[in-house]
């Protein structure tokens, strides 16, 4: 039973909580709207567009270590928005060894980011969500019968109820339908500009909330390949969740605006966070390339044919490793890589780090490039 049209953007309806009816808000399907945009924000996506095809050519092919560095900035700092707050130096070794809690939580929001990118010439599908929502939270307290499928029951955001609620999504029941021309429209953006396009995907996932949680991570992962799929970014992605992060009463705003009717001012604050997040990327490589080229004026001394100067340009796509890590990277023996790992040290570019390994056996030493790591978490 619908109750109020608001301009075209969705409704009120009902659904039932327990036993008791609620006034829950469905968003009108994405086929069904207009989303013409004035001067002013028609020029913002553009300036954006601009800014984050700049800044991934700061990426080079040869640059693919740095690129998986923006990836974890952008999969941690997404983590951080949901008060997930883990060091990456924890996230990164659970990423190698498989550990759970979570620093394994933050590590599976990495590899469903990779997994986006790596399918984002692919066609977007239910089964796909459902796959990447599944490796999401299988690290979470989420129930289990809510892991990898649209909730069956009313969710809410904020508030201790759907009484009480800073917002009410659908009802499971409108939520399939709902799905489909969402997925309809991320592989078919027809006229729409990519930036455009990325902030009307993410709005409108978060106006649904498919999912029994998760959902902020994964709206943000759509943007990250809504982006990657319109080859705005080749190389890398924009860390869009660290400029929504400082930023998020302007990204709450713009939500509810958007659910109200006003895409306008949504997809201008949308493509004003894509710059930001293009000058955060032009910032990290920058800084980058300085520690790199200071490495590398530490170790001028070194033997050019020695293990350390040849595990040091291999520290930018594995800033956290292992004598054994090091061992497969060089081709050596455990020894001998163990040896360059403490000549690295020695020389203050690496920094033993204590961990817990999960699994029975020894604990590995670890190895942290920090001065590399602290620049992607600040």
């Known amino acids: 039973m619908s109750l109020l049209d608001d301009g075209g953007a969705g409704m009120v309806v009902l659904g039932d909580w327990n036993g008791t009816e609620v006034r829950a808000w469905k968003p009108a399907k994405l086929a069904e709207r207009d989303f013409s945009l004035d001067a002013s924000a028609v020029r913002a996506t553009e300036q954006a567009a601009a800014a984050v095809r700049a800044a991934d050519q700061q990426v080079p092919n040869t640059w693919e270590a740095l690129a998986r ?21 924890s996230v990164l070794i659970a990423e190698r060894t498989g550990a759970g809690g979570a620093a394994g939580w933050v590590a599976d929001n990495l590899a469903v980011i990779d997994a986006a990118h790596d399918a984002a010439h692919l066609p977007l599908s239910v089964e796909t969500l459902h796959t990447w929502h599944a490796r999401l939270m299988r690290n979470s307290d989420l129930d289990p019968d ?35 021309d969402f997925i309809a429209f991320a592989n078919e953006p027809g006229d729409l500009d990519p930036i455009s396009h990325a902030a009307i995907l993410h709005a409108q996932f978060e106006a649904i909330h498919p999912f029994g949680d998760g959902n902020g991570r994964l709206g943000r992962i759509l943007v990250s390949r809504s982006l990657r799929r319109a080859h705005l970014t080749r190389h890398s992605t924009v860390p869009i969740s660290v400029a929504i992060a400082r930023d998020t009463g302007g990204y709450l705003s713009g939500l509810y605006d958007f659910e109200r009717g006003a895409v306008g001012p949504w997809v201008r604050w949308f493509a004003e966070v894509a710059k930001r997040g293009a000058e955060v990327t032009d910032r ?3 800084r980058t390339r300085q520690i790199v080229d200071s490495w590398n004026d530490t170790l001028r001394r070194l033997r050019s044919d020695s293990a350390a100067r040849a595990l040091l340009p291999m520290l930018i796509a594995h800033p956290v490793l292992s004598a054994p890590d090091a061992s497969d990277l060089l081709g050596v023996s455990n020894t001998a890589a163990a040896n360059a790992l403490q000549s690295l040290a020695d020389h203050g570019i690496l920094e033993p780090i204590q961990a817990q390994t999960p699994g029975t056996g020894r604990n590995r030493n670890w190895y942290a490039a920090t001065e590399l790591v602290n620049i992607w978490t600040n």
């Open 69 to 89: 560095l923006l990836l974890r900035h952008e999969g941690v700092a997404s983590s951080g928005i949901e008060g997930l707050r883990e060091p990456l130096v």
């Open 284 to 286: 990290l490589a920058d």
């Open 146 to 180: 809510l892991i990898g499928v649209f909730r069956p029951r009313v969710g809410w955001v904020g508030g201790s109820s759907p009484l009480d609620a800073a917002y009410v999504p659908p009802p499971p029941g409108e939520i399939g339908e709902l799905m489909d």
